[in-house]
């Protein structure tokens, strides 16, 4: 664990850019530190390598004052990711994964192989192996940061908003290999970030930091979007943290529909025995092709090209009720569709049954937390 005791830094110049902070960061977790720009958040992440100094107060890693340590033993202990990679420009990418390595004294050799086992991990073809970082992309630099930090295997993880110049496609895939490393390697990782859906997206404690280095609230993403501590955390989390809520509620319970689901060959009863006004029309492997209007159908004269999109569906239990919320919200005819994980679809769910599930789940959690207050 990471302890952070009432640590203050003030410049020459009076400046105080971290104000009497303190913080426990809990062990094989992600801690994000998220807030307006101005608020200490680089700071404190580098106070915790020492790149900067405290002015007052203590770090204590698993107990022990990081001022006792060495620092560059401090520091290659730990993980160091930032903003565009930061990597050699000179070097491979295979020798920039190998640096920490090489720097403890690895052999060439050896170091080459741990570089070639992390770029499987984060997902790198290993033809990239031998390129230089100027011929690679910014995602995939950024993938190559994260296996530099990760070669020397260390405990603790530090990434001042590495994926933020990176488009949000590319970013959401950062954060999902992200969470997939973090699974399998359980770092103790400290992650800088002024975005506030990544935050929520990461973290397993979020620090919502003021200007000043003050810290605002510290709670998981789930309470933190449930019960802002004051009118600074909720004007940050923005107008829709109600959306954002819905991250945490599974889609598992939603009750889907099968009647208005029919293959392309449906015949003229089977199209007539359903009421509903709109029908999803299936391939033969029961993959979804779009919605029609039951009046529009004929038996055997289907047209795929006179069909509404079906939007983006969505998988039960592995996707939230916010994901399921916005594929109803996108479907032309304020449906959602289920699906299993080979796209087969399960069902359909309208934007009334999930509303309902939605109030269903905020009474259940403002039960539990009665139960805990009790």
């Known amino acids: 664990m990471i302890r952070i005791d009432s640590v203050t830094k003030r ?47 203590t770090i204590l890693l698993d107990g022990e004052d990081s001022r006792r340590q060495p620092v560059t033993t401090l520091r290659r202990s730990m993980g160091y990711v930032i903003q565009n990679a930061g ?14 390595p090489r720097l403890l004294g690895w052999g060439r050799q050896r170091a080459r192989e741990r570089a070639a086992e992390l770029m499987e991990r984060v ?23 994260v296996a530099r930090a990760l070669a020397a295997d260390p405990p603790v993880l530090l990434m001042d908003e590495p994926f933020s110049a990176v488009d949000p496609v590319v970013r959401k895939g950062l954060q999902a290999e992200l969470l997939r490393i973090q699974d399998e390697l359980g770092k103790t990782i400290v992650f800088v970030t002024h975005d506030i859906d990544e935050a929520i997206t990461l973290g397993t404690m979020v620090a919502v930091l003021r200007e000043g280095g003050r810290l605002a609230q510290y709670a998981p993403p789930a309470d933190l979007l449930s019960n802002p501590a004051d009118g600074f955390v909720e004007d940050f989390l923005g107008a829709d943290r109600g959306i954002r809520r819905l991250s945490f509620f599974p889609s598992d319970a939603l009750e889907l529909t099968t009647d208005a689901v029919i293959p392309a060959d449906a015949t003229a009863a089977r199209i007539a025995a359903v009421e509903a006004p709109h029908l999803l029309v299936t391939d033969a492997d029961g993959r979804p092709l779009g919605w029609a209007a039951r009046e529009e159908l004929t038996a055997g004269d289907l047209r795929t090209d006179r069909l509404l999109p079906y939007g983006r569906p969505f998988v039960p239990g592995a996707d939230s009720l916010r994901v399921a919320l916005d594929c109803a919200v996108l479907s032309p005819v304020g449906r959602a569709v289920a699906v299993d994980g080979h796209g087969r679809v399960t069902g359909v769910v309208s934007q009334q049954t999930i509303g309902e599930a939605v109030r269903a789940a905020h009474t259940a959690g403002r039960a539990d937390e009665q139960k805990v207050a009790g």
Do not use: W
């Open 11 to 57: 410049y020459p110049d009076g400046t105080v850019a971290v104000d009497r902070l303190s913080l426990e960061i809990p062990d094989r977790s992600i801690t994000v530190l998220v807030g307006p720009s101005g608020c200490g958040k680089t700071t404190t992440l580098r106070m915790i390598n020492r790149m900067v100094e405290p002015t007052e107060g």
């Open 87 to 100: 990597l050699f420009q000179h070097r491979t990418i295979v020798d920039n994964i190998a640096t920490v």
């Open 123 to 145: 997902g790198l073809d290993p033809s990239l192996a031998k390129r230089y970082p100027y011929q690679l992309s910014g995602g995939q630099q950024q993938r190559v940061g």
